[in-house]
Nanobody, 125 residues
Framework: QVQLVESGGGLVQAVGSLILSCAAS????????MGWFRQAPGKDREFVAH???????YYADSVKGRFTISRMSAKNTMLLQMNSLKPEDTAVYYC???????????????????WGQGTQVTVSS
């Protein structure tokens, strides 16, 4: 099994920045691709950013140019650098990981093999 733990959430003012971290433990050698989703109060979960094992990235249009996803060299830690934050970015942010490299990426399936517990990000206006 794989455990994912997010950290770095908190309260920030609009146009501010925040860095989220996701640490993977357990059978991490089974992880290939990772990503971030978020869920705002009263809304469905939505995709935010994705990073392939190769390092290629893909972003939701709503965060493109403002958020940057990356993985540390050991590939067991993933970061989400969030700049120019807006009140509409307020949500619980979830780290996700896939073990099956042959399937469609998580943003197409809106699903992942492993999930973290989430970390709250609140952006005040």
């Amino acid at each position: 099994q794989v455990q994912l733990v997010e950290s770095g959430g908190g309260l920030v003012q609009a146009v501010g920045s925040l860095i989220l971290s996701c640490a993977a433990s357990g059978r991490t050698f089974t992880i290939y691709n990772m990503g971030w989703f978020r869920q705002a109060p009263g809304k469905d979960r939505e995709f935010v950013a994705h990073i392939w094992w190769s390092g290629s990235t893909y972003y939701a249009d709503s965060v493109k140019g403002r958020f940057t996803i990356s993985r540390m060299s050991a590939k067991n830690t993933m970061l989400l650098q969030m700049n120019s934050l807006k009140p509409e970015d307020t949500a619980v942010y979830y780290c996700a990981a896939d073990r099956d490299i042959t399937r469609a990426p998580m943003y197409e399936r809106d699903e992942a093999d492993y999930w973290g517990q989430g970390t709250q990000v609140t952006v005040s206006s």
